[in-house]
């Protein structure tokens, strides 16, 4: 992951989370590896991390065995708060937890949002295989092609192609500022209740 990714998931999550009850947000792997987070409190984020995949991973088992199609969200509901997990992109989870238990269906809508704008950062810039297991891997030497010339000079072993630098530019505040209007439009769509044509 290069470093405005990074800086443009972290400045993401702060500002959810000094704009809204949410709380303890992260962007992990489906491997359980922290990418960004903004937990507060005493909340170890890598144990938080791992724990948010391994729900993943049984709730996605669980859906295809009853053939329920494809995951959502998870919701954990406890008696002083929640916990909701949502697909960021493809490769990534957004978890995001608040104590204000009456307001569950908004943050679920605010959460759907919040996860777009990870999943348009990560599109951006793709993780490759080894960041997602979290594995510095060499890069793979290719055997040169058989040549019958003996004199010819071996052919120069490749170097590791350094990553091109992206847009520097910050995101506008505005792309991550939510009414309740549309929060609330999208909880219900979340919850099924599509407006009718």
Do not use: W
């Amino acid at each position: 992951m290069t470093e405005v990714q990074f800086k443009e998931l972290q400045e993401l999550l702060q500002r959810v989370e000094n704009s809204t009850g949410l709380e303890a947000l992260a962007v992990v792997t489906r491997e359980g590896i922290r990418l960004a987070c903004a937990v507060s409190g005493d909340v170890d984020s890598d144990i938080f991390s791992a724990a948010t995949a391994t729900l993943v991973s049984v709730g996605e088992e669980n859906l295809r065995q009853l053939g329920q199609g494809f995951l959502s969200e998870i919701i954990l509901r406890g008696s002083k708060g929640f916990t909701i997990i949502m697909k960021g992109s493809e490769e990534t989870l957004l978890v995001g937890a608040s104590r204000d238990q009456i307001r569950l269906g908004y943050y679920i809508g605010i959460m759907k949002i919040y996860a777009g704008q990870v999943k348009k950062i990560m599109e951006e810039h793709p993780l490759k295989t080894d960041q997602l297991l979290g594995v510095r891997k060499e890069p793979e030497v290719k055997p040169a092609a058989a040549s019958t010339d003996s004199s010819a000079a071996p052919s120069p072993t490749p170097q590791p192609t350094t990553p091109v630098a992206a847009s520097t530019t910050t995101r506008e505040s505005s792309e991550v500022s939510v009414d309740d209007k549309e929060a609330i439009l999208v909880a219900l769509k979340a919850l099924g209740f599509d407006e009718q044509d």
